[in-house]
């Protein structure tokens, strides 16, 4: 495609349940983002991969979060025993390669609601 | 103290008017200043990005950077009202780092 996108576009889960988000980034770009927007705060960086290799993880906000990605595309967002707190806009963004961070381009996001 | 503070809005503004949006921070090592826009519901667009300190123009928007104050600026010229959206400032220590972003500025231009 020709840009970023992401699915579910709107997810709703009761408090516990997992969830999976799913972000298919820009063909052929290397570096993929997760981040989280929370209202009235920035975007929290979360993870990247180079790759499928993620070498900074250090923004993931606990052990229940975890990522993954394959064939270097399509990455997939794991949120286990989901909180209230974890309510949020999930972002996916990809750019040509790591180092490049000042083109990112992003997806739609992800509006996860946990009840 | 937030690495990166930014008035967070609403600001309103007639159509046609100059924007002012602001934002300060507080490590000296950032170098790489971006400003991204976010319209409802949609990802954030890069607008600008800017290396250092100094002006940087394109069409009706400019970017400043002044690493002394630690402080950088997006002004909008001829606003309209399809600049309504959130103006988000981002910035990295390198190109390699990872990018922090600031919490964004509301704008809407009145037609």
């Known amino acids: 495609g020709a840009g970023v996108s992401q699915s579910p576009s709107n997810k709703v889960t009761e408090k516990g349940k997992d969830v999976e988000l799913r972000c298919d980034p820009i063909?052929?770009?290397?570096?993929l983002y997760w981040y989280r927007q929370s209202l009235g705060q920035g975007l929290e960086f979360l993870i990247y991969f180079q790759g499928n290799s993620a070498p900074d993880k250090s923004g993931l906000p606990s052990d229940r979060f975890s990522a993954e990605r394959t064939g270097g595309s399509v990455s997939t967002l794991t949120i286990q025993r989901t909180q209230q707190e974890d309510s949020a806009v999930y972002l996916c963004a990809s750019s040509s390669s790591w180092g490049q961070g000042e083109t990112q381009y992003f997806g739609p996001g992800t509006r996860l609601l946990v009840l | 103290q937030k690495e990166v503070e930014q008035d967070p809005g609403p600001l309103s503004v007639p159509e046609g008017a100059i924007v002012s949006l602001n934002c300060t921070y507080s490590?000296?090592?950032?170098?790489?200043f971006m400003w991204y826009r976010q319209y409802s519901r949609k990802g954030p667009e890069l607008l600008m990005y800017t290396y250092s300190s100094g002006n940087k123009e394109d069409g009706r928007f400019t970017a400043q950077v002044d690493k002394s104050s630690k402080y950088i600026s997006l002004f909008i010229r001829d606003s309209q009202p399809s600049d309504s959206a959130t103006y988000l400032c981002?910035?990295?220590?390198?190109?390699?780092?990872?990018?922090?972003f600031g919490p964004g500025t509301s704008l809407s231009v009145i037609p």
């Open positions: 490590n000296s090592a950032f170098q790489y």
């Open positions: 063909s052929g770009h290397t570096a």
């Open positions: 981002a910035m990295s220590e390198t190109s390699y780092d990872k990018v922090i």
